[in-house]
């Protein structure tokens, strides 16, 4: 009975995730879903695949089930805007990947609900650290 109601929790869990993360509908009819757990029951990642390589959203989480890291992943390659989140779920960084390279700015956040801003990171177009910018907290 208990894996019969983990399996609808889960099933409900992913279809909630996909709303309002945003997956596109255009990726879910092409992708399958690639889910691990940690050993607690709890998802540690939920990454949309096309064949073998990631294609679509990658979600990681912390045991404790909020969201750790999203990265948008195109053909196997990180491509597009990413997060981290700390455990309370506060946005702990923003940045932008293209080709599978950190590219633009990374704008990490300190660990409270109002968003303030600890550090901007600048990467060149090859990925390379060119810039970091403190803001003194």
């Not at 309002?20 to 509908?25: A, H």
């Not at 390589?53 to 990681?60: C, D, Q, V």
């Not at 109002?114 to 907290?137: A, M, N, P, Q, W």
Request: glycine share 10%.
């Amino acid at each position: 009975m208990k894996k019969k109601v983990d399996a609808v929790r889960n099933t409900i869990v992913i279809f909630l995730l996909s709303v309002v993360l945003g997956f596109q509908s255009c990726q879910q009819e092409s992708s399958k879903y690639e889910i691990k757990y940690y050993e607690n029951g709890s998802f540690e990642s939920i990454r949309a695949k096309q064949g073998k390589k990631y294609h679509g959203e990658s979600l990681w989480f912390y045991p404790s089930g909020m969201l750790q890291r999203k990265v948008i992943f195109e053909n196997g390659k990180a491509n597009g805007n990413a997060f981290t989140f700390y455990g309370s779920g506060a946005l702990k960084a923003r940045y932008y990947w293209r080709s599978d390279k950190q590219i633009g700015f990374q704008t990490d956040y300190l660990d409270d609900t109002v968003g303030i801003i600890t550090s901007v990171k600048e990467f060149d177009g090859s990925g390379k650290l060119i810039d970091i910018r403190k803001t003194g907290r």
